[in-house]
């Protein structure tokens, strides 16, 4: 992967798509006439995928990252020439005062339903926002979440910036390279059953139906435990994740604690003793670049997918 992605952000701009392409978010369809050149990504996923594509010369700055979790060196050198406009979401007026014209963000992902910034209040002061698949779920029905989620993401960009065919190739990547390595493992005689820990210890913050684990895991070869939560991202109870008994934990390691400290709670608490996960010492970190949309979900499939062989 890092092959290609190096080949494609070294490439000559392909030609442009023609204008004005309208595309589909969420409920909206959002029309563009020319490529955005001051635009402004929310959270560390959604600026991979900006940076993913290319698109560092169309970004004015980026938000939300340094007051929720410490880049890493990959994201830090994409946005070395890039300021933070807001360390966690941004206000109207920040990105007013920026010069925006695009944002890209999502509904818990730098935008929130019924809050200050959405799309229909930056739309008066010419920023259009194109929202992320996963978090669609948030104002309207949509399928089950899937890795389509996120490879649709960067089509919609790739159309949006007029590099279409740029965005196409790193899909069809994605997916060469991810079918390529699956057909190397092992068959499972039965999906290995696994729950994600985010955060909490009073009660956990798990991945439901519609939250981008739960795709990783399936292509991975298992099951979420939450599979039939009918939300994202959500507190549960922990005798539910007793009840169902998962054999393999993954624990989102992002915030004030760190994924060692999630574990240790785990395992000292008696309560938890007969989980298989537990008792069997099987876990697997996923950064949470990883566990959100964005290009770093192939790299979370083989992490999850040699967990879920591991004896």
Excluded at 138 to 158: A, R
Excluded at 223 to 233: A, F, H, Q, T
Excluded at 235 to 241: D, F, P, R
């Amino acid at each position: 992967m890092k092959h290609l992605l190096t080949a494609l952000l070294a490439a000559a701009p392909l030609p442009a798509l023609a204008f004005p392409v309208t595309v589909q978010s969420c409920n909206r369809e959002v029309t563009f006439d020319a490529p955005p050149q001051a635009a402004v990504s929310n959270d560390v996923n959604l600026t991979e995928m900006m940076l993913a594509l290319g698109l560092s010369d169309h970004m004015i700055g980026y938000t939300g990252i340094s007051g929720w979790r410490t880049l890493d060196e990959t994201l830090r050198e994409g946005v070395a020439e890039l300021p933070e406009l807001s360390p966690r979401y941004p206000s109207r007026e920040v990105l007013i005062g920026a010069g925006a014209d695009f944002y890209f963000a999502g509904w818990n992902y730098g935008l929130r339903v019924g809050g200050e910034v959405t799309p229909e209040t930056l739309e008066p002061y010419g920023i259009k926002v194109y929202e992320l698949t996963e978090s669609c779920i948030h104002i309207m029905d949509k399928p089950k979440i899937s890795m389509e989620d996120m490879y649709n993401d960067l089509l919609n960009l790739g159309r949006i910036f007029g590099v279409e065919d740029r965005a196409t190739a790193l899909v069809e990547g994605y997916r060469a390279e991810l079918a390529a390595y699956l057909e190397t493992l092992p068959p499972l005689d039965n999906p290995p059953r696994v729950f994600v820990y985010d955060s909490g210890e009073d009660a956990p913050f798990t991945a439901g139906r519609y939250a981008m684990p739960t795709a990783i895991i399936e292509a991975a070869g298992g099951v979420n435990i939450m599979d039939d939560l009918e939300k994202s991202w959500a507190e549960i109870g922990w005798e539910t994740v007793i009840e169902r008994n998962p054999e393999v934990i993954i624990i989102v390691n992002y915030g004030d604690v760190t994924a060692d400290q999630k574990i240790a709670f785990l395992e000292g608490n008696p309560a938890f003793a007969n989980i298989p996960a537990v008792m069997n010492d099987r876990y697997v970190v996923l950064e949470y670049v990883e566990a959100t949309p964005g290009p770093r979900n192939i790299a979370a499939i083989r992490k999850v997918a040699e967990a879920l062989r591991a004896e």
